[in-house]
């Protein structure tokens, strides 16, 4: 069946640095992927996505690529602030019914 | 701007007891999910609701029922509340055209089954 794995948390990284979350899928044909984020006592809203291959998603200084050849969706932001200290999750469409499949999540502080 | 509305926000019962989590959208979206959170598990869908008057299993059901009461309601009941309830659920409702495929989700209710 289908199914997403994203790197384990917590990842704990200073003001400033380079973010990478990894995130791999496993599906039938090419769904569309998706980054939520939730802040802390929040719900979840949607980051960014990608509909097709080779598709890059990008909102808020974060991007992520569609890579089918990989079969991955790695979520990247050059400069991260402390106000990105969040959880993040990679999601696909997962059948029919048009629900997310998602990872773990993985958390991230980012420190001053 | 309300988009997806849940309530309670919080909730503790003890082991045995009832409750229903009510959730509620304005964006016209036909199908709606209910979700629990648990750490380190992500999120896992319990049930979904296609259109109104429709609803169909999802990957963790057990304990739970649901009612799609017209397009904007779709309500999440524990008829016997078990400490293995305690969660976060979401409600989420999906958009369709443009928007096709994103979830939205409401804030949260935080159970807790002692």
């Known amino acids: 069946g289908n199914s997403v794995t994203q790197m384990e948390g917590p990842v704990t990284l200073s003001e400033e640095a380079f973010l990478t979350i990894n995130c791999t899928y496993t599906a039938t044909g090419y769904p569309s992927l998706f980054w939520y984020v939730q802040y802390p006592g929040e719900g979840l809203q949607l980051l960014l996505k990608a509909t097709k291959a080779d598709d890059k998603g990008s909102n808020k200084g974060f991007e992520a690529t569609y890579r089918k050849e990989t079969t991955s969706f790695h979520l990247e932001k050059g400069s991260v602030q402390v106000s990105d200290s969040a959880v993040y999750f990679c999601?696909?469409?997962?059948?029919?019914?048009?629900?997310?499949?998602f990872g773990k999540g993985t958390k991230l502080s980012v420190k001053p | 701007n309300a988009g997806v509305t849940q309530t309670p926000k919080f909730q503790v019962l003890k082991t045995g007891q009832s409750m229903t989590l009510q959730c509620a959208q304005d964006?016209?979206?036909?199908?709606m999910y209910w979700y629990r959170q648990d750490p380190g598990m992500g999120l896992r869908l319990i049930y979904y609701?296609?259109?109104?008057?429709?609803?169909d299993k999802g990957e963790v059901p057990n304990g739970y029922n649901v009612s799609r009461l017209n397009k904007r309601e779709f309500s999440l009941r524990l008829e016997s509340a078990a400490p293995s309830q305690t969660s976060v659920y979401f409600c989420?409702?999906?958009?369709?055209?443009?928007?096709?495929?994103?979830?939205?989700f409401g804030e949260g209710s935080r159970l807790t089954v002692l």
């Open positions: 964006m016209n979206h036909n199908s």
């Open positions: 999601a696909l469409i997962g059948g029919s019914q048009g629900n997310l499949i």
């Open positions: 989420a409702s999906r958009g369709e055209g443009l928007q096709g495929g994103e979830l939205f």
């Open positions: 609701s296609a259109s109104e008057g429709t609803t």
